[in-house]
């Protein structure tokens, strides 16, 4: 279950994603998402509590990050676990982790 918060006012939203968050997260993930992309002026994303990730999950990340890339709003993985790194290493997706990631 991925868990969304509303921060000081609906220009930020951080969904914390769930400790395993594969095949069976999907359908969540995926509808938070679009509620956070029409809403929000950034989204964060939690990853720091996230023991596994799949293929699934990290495509709904992708396309929620592709669908913002060209306009203002903020996308970033605040905290991510080794696990969460590791998938997107192992997937040949570094490159997004490192330009998301924040501390």
């Avoid at 609906?10 to 993930?29: F, H, M, Q, R, V």
């Avoid at 679009?34 to 396309?63: F, H, M, W």
Wanted: proline fraction near 3%; glycine fraction near 4%; aromatic fraction near 4%.
């Amino acid at each position: 279950m991925v868990v969304m918060t509303k921060e000081k006012s609906a220009k930020k939203k951080t969904l914390k994603l769930p400790e395993t968050a594969d095949i069976s997260a999907i359908d969540g993930l995926h509808l938070q998402m679009k509620e956070a992309i029409a809403s929000a002026k950034e989204i964060q994303l939690e990853g720091k509590d996230v023991d596994r990730i799949t293929t699934p999950c990290i495509q709904i990340l992708l396309s929620a990050y592709n669908s913002l890339k060209d306009s203002d709003k903020g996308f970033s993985l605040k905290e991510p676990s080794e696990e969460c790194v590791a998938a997107f290493e192992d997937m040949g997706l570094d490159e997004y982790i490192k330009r998301w990631k924040r501390s």
